[in-house]
């Protein structure tokens, strides 16, 4: 029965007796080695049972740091309402920087990821993550920044990336008063549930494209009542 199951086991057409005799040996040399160390004295073995008990508590003290430090253990309600924070602030910000876009017919296109992951989008684009902030804002989309032609990309309520390239909408009975930007928003609300914000540099206008419709002139608090609404309204439980 033993050479049957070995046999199957290694599944070799040349397998003999010599091979068991050879696995008999070590296993033999195995159990020895085994008793040996079972029957260590006493004190050699609370030594080594008191070191690996050690070696265990650090290990998950270690190992819970580092999974507390990423909010590992961090219960659902707790994030979404840290969440929730970050991006209440987040588009108020982002709000009393379009003003200051708008006033100096800054062109600006932001789009808000929601439950459509932008991964690719922002993989065209130059990785920022930080906290958004008038400043920051008005530097990437200052017309002589390398990113100001691209998209910025606010991933939960950070600024994700910069200089992003959307597709742009194949929709061509859009007024041609909208340029590029107001395309390449209408494109990416098309194929994404994104929420995309766009500043004219012509007209300082401030337009919002969301399911393929581009809706224009928004005021900064119809603006900030929008976006909170659209970003915000599953915890608010709408």
């Not at 995309?196 to 419709?213: H, P």
């Amino acid at each position: 029965l033993c050479y049957t199951y070995t046999k199957t086991f290694f599944n070799n057409n040349n397998f003999t007796l010599c091979n068991i005799f050879a696995i008999n040996k070590n296993i033999n040399r195995f159990a020895c080695n085994f008793i040996k160390f079972y029957n260590c004295s006493r004190s050699k073995f609370k030594y080594i049972f008191y070191r690996f008990c050690c070696s265990a508590k650090f290990y998950c003290y270690f190992m819970w740091s580092i999974l507390n430090k990423f909010n590992i253990f961090q219960s659902s309600p707790e994030k979404d309402s840290e969440l929730m924070a970050v991006w209440s602030s987040s588009i108020s910000t982002i709000a009393h920087a379009c003003e200051h876009l708008s006033k100096t017919k800054t062109g600006a296109l932001i789009v808000f990821e929601r439950e459509t992951k932008l991964g690719e989008i922002i993989k065209t684009g130059t990785v920022v993550d930080a906290q958004p902030s008038d400043e920051l804002i008005g530097n990437l989309f200052f017309v002589n920044s390398p990113l100001h032609d691209g998209a910025m990309i606010i991933r939960d309520g950070r600024i994700c990336a910069s200089g992003c390239f959307l597709p742009l909408s194949q929709n061509y009975t859009i007024s041609k008063e909208m340029g590029t930007r107001h395309r390449a928003a209408l494109g990416m609300s098309e194929n994404s549930d994104a929420v995309v914000v766009v500043v004219s540099e012509e007209t300082g206008t401030i337009s919002i494209a969301q399911g393929g419709v581009i809706e224009r002139n928004f005021t900064i608090p119809q603006l900030e009542k929008r976006l909170y609404h659209e970003i915000l309204r599953k915890d608010e439980g709408e």
